[in-house]
């Protein structure tokens, strides 16, 4: 399978391009810093461009079976990286007939909000940045709810920088509690679900 992979230079971005070549796909990794990466493999190919560039997330989108979206939030990250970013991938994928996206998102977004404890709801009102990370996820999560494409939105309690394990819980259950789970473990369930239709346009929690 041809892989477009957005935040591959993340934490999670790179264990889904380390996790995706293993299995043998070939991966297009889009990354404003390509040597942030590190990685050199025959089927990798880092296309140096910004998410905020239509036509630079359109070039690495054109050809791709599907898409993987890692994008996250930093203190450095300009404003809409998330939001506007998404648009542009959408757009992307739509001109060019690419239907499943898989994006991750957080645990305490949308409808799960009532899954994180009330400790962490105070902590988000008292860290900007956090804060802002969360607005972003949300509106992440409504364009891509908007749109006609295959879409799974993948919601991971607290995250762990550690390879996979293949130990976490995952499912639609609102009673599931958003433990800790490794970025490694993230990765392999995002990568299960291209080829598996049980949570496509659904939110499934993994921790």
């Known amino acids: ?32 810093t390509p040597a942030k990466l590190g990685l050199t493999h025959p089927k990798l190919t880092v296309v140096q461009g910004d998410v905020l ?8 989108v054109a050809g ?7 994008l996250g939030t930093s203190t450095d990250s300009p404003d809409g990286v998330l939001s506007n970013g998404v648009q542009h991938i959408i757009g992307a994928m739509n001109a060019h007939g690419v239907k499943r996206i898989v994006a991750v ?29 969360l ?15 295959d879409w799974i939105v993948v919601r991971p309690g607290g995250l762990t920088n550690h390879p996979p394990t293949g130990n976490y819980q995952f499912g639609l259950d609102r009673k599931i509690r958003p433990g800790r789970i490794s970025r490694g473990d993230v ?21």
């Open 105 to 133: 998102s957080s645990l305490g977004v949308g409808d799960s909000k009532d899954q994180i404890p009330l400790a962490f709801k105070l902590l988000i009102q008292t860290m900007p940045l956090l804060k802002k990370s």
């Open 53 to 60: 560039n239509p036509a630079q997330v359109a070039n690495a």
């Open 1 to 32: 399978m041809k892989l477009t992979i957005f935040g591959a230079t993340g934490g999670t971005g790179r264990q889904l391009v380390e996790q995706s070549l293993a299995a043998g796909h070939e991966v297009t990794a889009l990354a404003r």
């Open 187 to 207: 990765a392999a369930f995002m990568l299960k679900q291209l080829t598996d239709d049980t949570f496509v346009r659904k939110t499934p929690a993994v921790t």
């Open 64 to 70: 791709a079976n599907a898409v993987l979206s890692a």
């Open 135 to 149: 607005h972003e996820l949300e509106q992440m999560e409504t364009f891509l709810k908007q749109s006609n494409l």
